[in-house]
């Protein structure tokens, strides 16, 4: 017996020893960022340009990019020492904005490649940190980084105009090793998060859900003597004409017009714990009480306050089907390495495990009046801008704007309008007028080819056959090639150490995991 277990022992003992090889190799296995293309002095040569003021379609039009920017759009112009580039009648636009992603350090491994890839040329990054590294999250100084790299020719990536601060959330969302203060649970706290941010260059703070009053109210005050401003959830405690008033530029999901615009809305303000309130129950009576005149009052406070909404429909799309199959087996979750997409789906369980088959019913009627409630307020006058909150649960990177631009078609606005929220209006949002979301002399050269027409169907935004970001060309072949890089990386056998080392080493992560 003796013999036995020592032979056991030594088993067990070599096992070990093979399962900590196996997590250091992984750990240290270099999986590199695709290749990038170096921006060139570039003529398209007749392309079918779509006019995103008029809705017109300009054929046979030529658009010369010298320096990384457009210097002329017309009709047979001159070459001079630019590479010609035959679109062959294609439909142009302007490169897509995603105005709401989240980026991990992986990031120029796994989800920029899968933007470029989708035409997603810019993007909003709606997270941070406190310092200037995390092992798990991007920070600030990384998305400038990228940014500088991506504007070069040197990165496969979105551009990111703007950085944002961790979310602002009470104080249980700071990392050890940081004062809790700044989460801002008070007005002493909110105004020295405001100033360590300020210090680090942050554009944007960004409150989360259940900050409370105090702190959200001098969180915008003084941000604004700082000359920043609120863009994210709105804190439960605070109503939204509140919000409206202290200065907030953007609000983040569709829960905002359902939770808003009911008669119950005060009360819920009052809850210390959401999921206890957000019921089976709760949807239906927000859902039958629903008021389209609150709704029409705070729609145009938003109006007049120049207030922005980002719905991110994709996320309630979770809620609404957590529990189907065919949802939950997406052929693109190849592109998904599997710790995330292990994540994913114990979300999705989560969810279903909440409710019962009334529950998810209420699910669905909330995720598609949430849809319906984008048209109302685009009809209104709000600003609707396309985000997706990739990678949060089956938001895919880069295929997920194309959801939600399919989504906003289902809202009631026009394919034109579509278009304009993941182009024109983002970079109006972002103070980029004329230099981005349009193709136009003087504007960046990100400009996106498609086989087939978005405004006849936006369906039609998925034909994607070249990208150009910054003067560098992306033709089809290429970027079939960056899906074939990323599918191989997410399958990659180091990705769980990879992943468990980096998530496990970040403070940003156990901080999550653990409210």
């Known amino acids: 017996m003796k013999k036995?277990?020592?032979?056991?022992?030594?088993?067990?003992?070599?096992?070990?020893?093979?399962?900590?090889l196996y997590l250091a190799a992984g750990?240290?296995?270099?999986?590199?960022?695709?290749?990038?293309?170096?921006?060139?002095?570039l003529l398209l040569r007749d392309v079918r340009l779509i006019d995103l003021d008029t809705g017109?379609?300009?054929?046979?039009?030529?658009?010369?990019?010298?320096?990384?920017?457009?210097?002329?759009?017309?009709?047979?112009?001159?070459?001079?020492?630019?590479?010609?580039?035959?679109?062959?009648?294609?439909?142009?636009?302007?490169?897509?904005?995603?105005?709401?992603?989240?980026?991990?350090?992986?990031?120029?491994?796994?989800?920029?490649?899968?933007?470029?890839?989708?035409?997603?040329?810019?993007?909003?990054?709606?997270?941070?940190?406190?310092?200037?590294?995390?092992?798990?999250?991007?920070?600030?100084?990384?998305?400038?980084?990228?940014?500088?790299?991506?504007?070069?020719?040197?990165?496969?990536?979105?551009?990111?105009?703007?950085?944002?601060?961790?979310?602002?959330?009470?104080?249980?969302?700071?990392?050890?090793?940081?004062?809790?203060?700044?989460?801002?649970?008070?007005?002493?706290?909110?105004?020295?998060r405001v100033e360590h941010d300020a210090a680090r260059g942050i554009d944007f703070l960004k409150p989360y859900s259940m900050l409370p009053r105090e702190g959200y109210f001098a969180l915008a005050e003084a941000a604004a003597e700082q000359d920043l401003y609120l863009a994210g959830h709105k804190p439960v405690r605070v109503s939204a004409l509140e919000a409206i008033e202290a200065g907030q530029r953007s609000f983040e999901h569709a829960f905002l017009?359902?939770?808003?615009?009911?008669?119950?809305?005060?009360?819920?303000?009052?809850?210390?714990?959401?999921?206890?309130?957000?019921?089976?129950?709760?949807?239906?009576?927000?859902?039958?009480?629903?008021?389209?005149?609150?709704?029409?009052?705070?729609?145009?406070?938003?109006?007049?306050?120049g207030a922005a909404y980002v719905p991110t429909h994709t996320t309630r799309k979770l809620d609404a089907y957590s529990a189907d199959p065919d949802f939950r087996d997406d052929p693109r979750l190849r592109y998904v390495p599997s710790p995330l997409r292990t994540l994913w789906l114990v979300d999705a369980d989560s969810m279903a495990g909440r409710t019962d088959a009334a529950g998810l019913g209420s699910y669905r009627r909330?995720?598609?009046?949430?849809?319906?409630?984008?048209?109302?307020?685009?009809?209104?006058?709000?600003?609707?801008?396309?985000?997706?909150?990739?990678?949060?649960?089956?938001?895919f990177p880069g295929f997920a704007l194309h959801d939600e631009l399919a989504h906003l078609a289902q809202s009631g606005m026009s394919n034109l309008d579509v278009l304009r929220a993941a182009t024109v209006e983002p970079a109006r949002f972002l103070g980029l007028e004329g230099r981005a979301g349009v193709l136009a002399a003087g504007a960046r050269a990100d400009i996106?080819?498609?086989?087939?027409?978005?405004?006849?169907?936006?369906?039609?935004?998925?034909?994607?056959?070249?990208?150009?970001?910054?003067?560098?060309?992306?033709?089809?072949?290429?970027?079939?090639?960056?899906?074939?890089?990323?599918?191989?990386a997410a399958g990659h056998w180091s990705m769980w150490p990879k992943f468990a080392w980096q998530a496990l080493r970040s403070p940003i992560f156990r901080a999550q995991a653990a409210d």
């Open 366 to 395: 909330f995720y598609e009046f949430g849809i319906a409630q984008s048209g109302r307020a685009h009809a209104r006058g709000v600003q609707v801008l396309a985000g997706t909150d990739s990678p949060d649960s089956f938001a």
């Open 56 to 192: 017109a379609i300009r054929d046979g039009t030529d658009i010369l990019v010298r320096d990384g920017r457009i210097a002329e759009v017309g009709r047979e112009l001159p070459a001079a020492d630019a590479e010609v580039l035959d679109a062959n009648g294609r439909y142009a636009l302007p490169g897509l904005f995603d105005m709401h992603v989240h980026s991990l350090r992986m990031a120029p491994v796994l989800t920029h490649p899968l933007q470029v890839a989708a035409g997603v040329t810019a993007v909003r990054d709606m997270g941070g940190c406190l310092g200037e590294h995390d092992s798990w999250v991007a920070c600030a100084a990384d998305k400038r980084q990228w940014n500088r790299d991506v504007i070069a020719g040197r990165m496969v990536g979105p551009r990111f105009d703007v950085v944002t601060s961790l979310a602002i959330n009470g104080g249980k969302e700071i990392p050890s090793g940081w004062d809790p203060a700044l989460g801002s649970a008070t007005a002493a706290g909110a105004r020295a």
């Open 257 to 305: 017009f359902i939770w808003e615009c009911f008669p119950g809305a005060a009360e819920v303000r009052e809850t210390e714990n959401l999921r206890e309130v957000y019921t089976h129950a709760m949807r239906e009576r927000m859902l039958d009480k629903h008021s389209e005149a609150m709704c029409d009052a705070l729609m145009d406070n938003m109006v007049a306050a």
């Open 27 to 41: 750990i240290i296995y270099p999986l590199s960022a695709p290749e990038a293309i170096a921006p060139r002095d």
């Open 448 to 488: 996106l080819l498609l086989d087939a027409d978005p405004l006849a169907d936006i369906e039609n935004i998925r034909t994607v056959n070249t990208v150009v970001l910054a003067g560098a060309v992306y033709d089809r072949e290429y970027l079939d090639a960056l899906l074939e890089e990323v599918e191989s």
């Open 4 to 20: 036995i277990l020592s032979l056991l022992a030594r088993a067990v003992l070599g096992l070990g020893l093979l399962f900590g």
